[in-house]
């Protein structure tokens, strides 16, 4: 235990040397300590909030001309792919998940650091069609000290691509980890200053979500909550929020459907079916967690299904050959199981997989269980590799099930259908359909879901206009002030 290194908070450009209390962070694939991190307490993260907001006030960053956002941010994103492999080989280590799919869901992270460096660079203000002799101008400016909280499952991706936007835009940003996954981000501090980012404008401030996290939201003077995580999260932190009139972006969780139409190709079908629930084990927020397969298809598709999924190598992440690593934790093990209790009660047929991998670490295995439509299972997120199956009488079955649940963040339409592609994408009611495809995402292309899924976008100019604020300015360069004066035609707004 005394051989793991402690990762301090970063604070004001350096990690933090005051004594504190910590938390061990686990390598779910061996159970072992990997980490200690700080577990900061209320009046450190309220000394955090006053320094920072000082920085907003009389920082450097906030004033900085736009071509220099673009140089430090254009810099760390050039950094950050000198260092991949020091940051995949961390992020495997503490998420469990196949160093393979870390590898390349690594390497497009700086793409987010570039994007928004050169969306810094090239957004414009306007010029309203205001009426009259008068020049209106809108501009955008950073809102303030911006805190984000983000989750385990991709801690780098989701964190920079909240990092980059904010910082794009001029903000001071306080990131707070999630207490499972956090080293990753912990290493983002000395790669920004080496960039040249001025000290204090991120912050990376480490804790457990209903302490620090919670003390973070509560803080006087913040400008506005950027959340990733689930709907019990979002519901702790929004009455708060709305206490200090904060806004909140919130990426919730969800329930994706995975839409298979007959003209498909068996093969594409599953396919499909195994990248789109499977991947990360099935902790993604759009993990396609319910098939949703047109009757036509369904009796050549499940045994092509199940033989796939029953030869999915699961495994150590550090391997290369791994495809299925494993869940955060032992809670986690015990959900999918009880997911698997429960949809068995309801029944369901468990077509293969259905119980914990007998093996140190919490490895759970790839699962596919028949159910009715509307089974607990089929309609609520299990956030692990349990995959509900459901047969579909028909197109018109399979756009209601896809709408039958609270979430609507992501959905996958598969045909070779031309016009049933248009037809079904259209009518699907998620943040983001995917056709013929599924997990597709880029930083220009804005990420958020609708209902229960969450509210606001990551990504694209959405992500960076909500942390601007627009001042508009009227700039009267020939209307009178001669209302009180009985001057025909006075103008009065
Ligand atoms: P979580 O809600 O348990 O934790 C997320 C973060 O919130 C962590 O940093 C945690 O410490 C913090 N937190 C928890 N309670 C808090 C409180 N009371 N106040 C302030 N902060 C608090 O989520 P998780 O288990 O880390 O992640 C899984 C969830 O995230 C799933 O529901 C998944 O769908 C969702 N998710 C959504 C997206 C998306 O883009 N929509 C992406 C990834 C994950």
């Not at 912050?203 to 003077?221: F, H, K, N, S």
Request: proline letters at 7%; glycine letters at 8%.
């Amino acid at each position: 235990m005394s051989s793991i290194p402690h990762i301090p908070n970063w604070i004001n450009g350096a990690y933090t040397t005051t004594p504190s209390p910590t938390l061990t962070v686990q390598n779910p694939a061996t159970e072992e300590p990997i980490a200690t991190i700080t577990a900061t307490d209320e009046l450190t993260v309220q000394e955090t909030i006053t320094s920072s907001l000082t920085t907003f006030r009389t920082g450097s960053w906030p004033k900085a001309d736009p071509t220099d956002r673009f140089t430090v941010l254009s810099t760390a994103a050039r950094l950050l792919r000198a260092r991949l492999p020091e940051f995949v080989d961390l992020e495997t280590q503490q998420t469990g998940r196949p160093i393979r799919e870390m590898s390349t869901q690594l390497a497009r992270v700086p793409e987010w650091l570039e994007y928004f460096a050169s969306l810094a660079r090239v957004h414009e203000g306007r010029v309203t069609p205001f009426k009259g002799p008068v020049v209106n101008t809108l501009t955008r400016l950073p809102i303030g000290v911006v805190v984000q909280i983000t989750p385990y499952n991709h801690p780098l991706l989701i964190a920079m691509k909240k990092i980059a936007a904010a910082l794009a835009a001029g903000n001071v940003v306080i990131v707070k980890p999630s207490e499972l996954a956090p080293v990753s981000v912990l290493k983002l501090g000395p790669l920004f200053k080496e960039a040249g980012l001025p000290d204090g404008t991120l912050q990376i401030v480490c804790g457990t979500g209903p302490e620090t996290g919670r003390y973070l939201c509560e803080a006087a003077g913040i400008a506005k909550i950027d959340l990733t995580g689930g709907l019990g999260t979002y519901r702790a932190i929004a009455p708060i929020a709305a206490r200090n009139m904060v806004p909140v972006t919130a990426e919730l969780g969800g329930k994706a459907p995975v839409c298979l139409f007959p003209s498909l190709e068996v093969q594409r079908a599953v396919q499909a079916s195994l990248f789109a629930g499977f991947i990360a084990a099935g902790q993604t927020c759009v993990t396609g967690s319910r098939l949703l397969v047109h009757r036509d298809l369904y009796a050549e598709f499940v045994p092509s299904l199940v033989e796939r999924v029953k030869g999915l190598r699961v495994g150590d992440p550090m391997d290369s050959a791994t495809q299925i690593g494993t869940v955060i934790s032992r809670a986690a093990v015990e959900r999918c199981a009880s997911f698997v209790e429960r949809a068995v009660r309801d029944g369901g047929r468990v077509l293969c997989g259905g119980k914990a991998v007998e093996r140190t670490g919490f490895f759970f295995e790839p699962t596919v269980i028949e159910v009715a439509a509307d089974s607990y299972l089929a309609c609520n997120e299990v956030f692990g590799p349990v995959v509900a199956l459901v047969r579909c009488e028909s197109e018109e079955e399979i756009v209601d099930v896809a709408n039958s649940t609270p979430f609507g963040l992501g959905a996958s339409v598969w045909t070779n259908d031309f016009e049933q592609a248009h037809r079904v994408a259209g009518r699907i009611d998620a943040g983001i359909v995917w056709v013929n495809g599924h997990h597709l995402n880029d930083p220009s292309s804005p990420w958020g879901g609708f209902r229960e899924s969450g509210m606001g976008k990551e990504n694209g100019v959405e992500a960076y206009e909500s942390y601007t604020r627009v001042k508009s300015t009227v700039i009267n360069y020939g209307v009178a002030p001669v209302w009180f004066d009985q001057v025909a035609n006075a103008r009065y707004g």
